[in-house]
């Protein structure tokens, strides 16, 4: 098996965003070398902090650009000469791209570029070139997708370029598709570099539009005015944008920017109870974890009490609950065979990206799904130990009363001692080693991994400021985050055909499995909460039954009926008085533990949000091909995204504040 042990050995890739003002901008043409200096020692910056903070291996710097003339490209070059890795998500494929972005001024040369042939005028064969030679150099995602139209409507604007109609359409659509690519950008970015003059964000695709569009998705955004390049800021909410001409720039800028450095180097700093923790102690403490290869029969009762009470037939109350984990190095060829075969057949797929997705992220899945139901088992089972023996340890202690003497009490004391000892050792156990938080976290990273693979092959991705806050840790969230940056973006160029596979056999296949669990689980989880309140209520009548019997031969001892028989039955009785509702209570307390009605709820609520995923997704599998298009199916794999990461958030609230305790 791969050692999967050093965890806090990862590498951290930190990823910038570049946005700005094209050449022909007047702000940026009048500021260039102003704008250069300033961006040059920004870049430079962020370099020499990641090589002075980082405590562990780092990967190259990523720098996402979109390739257009002027800022793109400017801040392009610098990430090379530093050498950065330079991902390009472009609006278009290439051949398109460069030849909008190169702005013939004539249809031939329009058609030339088009063809992959050169451009008569030698400014617009310049800007090709430029773009090209950059293309060469880097890692593309072309969204080619709706080429064809887009390249139609290009077209036909040089062939009327008089006709506003046309021009207009060609501008709508193709801001569309930009709008679509500087979302890869400020999704697969940490920290985005805007140089923009602080004028508009209306248009769809542009700089502004992008600043507003980041700062909503909760990236922080390094402004630099074109205007006046020195002042530039750091942005961090939209409301900032009411603000920008108010007052200086604030001091303590690159401070500010080795701050943010810094928390995509290592989990932000967390404190919980006053005393604080790094999270790179945690992450070092998850090299000390062991991965155990099967379940223990020892802590199987939390899932028994869910099979006994929550199962269907009588085969599965009492089938064998062992598992056996699925190894990381196995994964690729277990349960992750038909996905991996499925992606390395889609058109152009890239083959090392789908190897370090494998590594990267299934493995890593693997190894958290396998410690975190280890962990799962000993922390419930364990409670639910607790549950039972604490009953147990009441009735020993007055068990003597029906079936023996009180000169034998010592006896049953000395077992009730003993069922004692081990509820405060089971207690004591789980606290040293933290069974709830090492389950709670680990389980984390695992759901966030579970369905990561479809978004790096779409490019999907959820931005730092947009994935959940543990409320003692965000270890979690990093890490699986430092996992996805760690795979990146694929070079690939997205056709309808890459869309529609994706579509139809990894997202719904996806959605409709998960949806079918939760409508399983839902059902199981709401008969275990039926049956247990059933079985306690059960036992509580009982309890009344028996005192009553005891209250009837009491008073029939007043009446004149043998002593010794009385006495001796009303022992008994005594004793089931006890029995009953003290194991009522025990199964009531594990009903409450357990939660799982609101469990069956949280379920049966995913269930139906993944459900209406799936009748969204065949609507759309429906439709022709050239419907099919880059935005509707990255709006459906953010869709499934949000409800994975609302579930998990449901799941963490119901069982956060549940830490081992002693049975009260």
Known sequence: MQDMTQISAMPVTVSIGITGHRAHNAAFAANRDRIDAVLRDLLAGIEKTIRAEATGPTAPTRLHSMLADGTDQMAAEMALALGWNLVSPLPFGLALNTAINAH???????????EGRDAADPATQSRAQAIRALAAKARLFELADKDMAIATLFLARHNAPGDFTKAQRFVAESSERAALASRIVIEQSDIVLAVWDG?????????????AAALDLGAPVIWIDANAPESWRILRATESLATLRSGSAP?????????????????TRTTKSGHGTTGRRALRALDRERWHERSSRLWHAYRRVEALFGADTFVQRFRSLRQTYEAPDAIAAGSAAPMLACVRAMPGQDGAFVSKMESAVLQRFAWFDGVSARLSDNYRGGMVVNFLLAPFAIIAGIAYLPF??????????????????????????????????????????AEYLRHAPILLILGVARPPGSWPRGVDASWPEWLARQALREV???HISVT?????????????????????????????????????????????????????IYLYLARGAFEGRPAEISEHASHLFTFLGVFFPTFGGAIAGIRYFGDFERFSAISAVTAEKLDAVHTRICLLLS???????????????????????????NWQAVFGGKHITVPI
């Open 404 to 445: 023996a003497t009180s000169q034998e009490k010592p006896i049953f004391a000395l077992i009730e001692f003993a069922l004692l000892v081990n509820i405060i050792a089971i207690t004591t156990l789980g606290r040293i080693r933290r069974w709830h938080g090492r389950w709670f976290k680990t389980r984390r990273v």
């Open 199 to 211: 004028e508009s964000t209306a248009h769809g695709g542009g700089t502004g539009h992008t600043v």
């Open 251 to 267: 001091k303590g800028r690159p401070a500010e920017i080795d701050a943010l450095v810094r928390d995509i180097l290592r989990p």
């Open 496 to 548: 309808p055909a890459y869309l529609r596979i994706a579509l139809r056999d990894l997202l719904d296949e996806h959605a409709v499995r998960q949806r079918d669990y939760h409508i399983g689980k839902a059902r199981r989880l709401a008969a275990a909460h039926r049956n247990l309140d059933r079985f306690s209520s059960l036992l509580f009548m009982l309890a009344v039954i028996s005192v009553s």
């Open 488 to 490: 990146g973006l694929p």
């Open 623 to 649: 439709g022709p091909d050239d419907e099919i298009d880059y935005g509707r199916v990255s709006d459906l794999a953010q869709a499934t995204d949000d409800i994975v990461v609302a579930e998990i958030e």
């Open 104 to 114: 013939p001024l004539d249809v031939q040369d329009a058609r030339a570029l088009l």
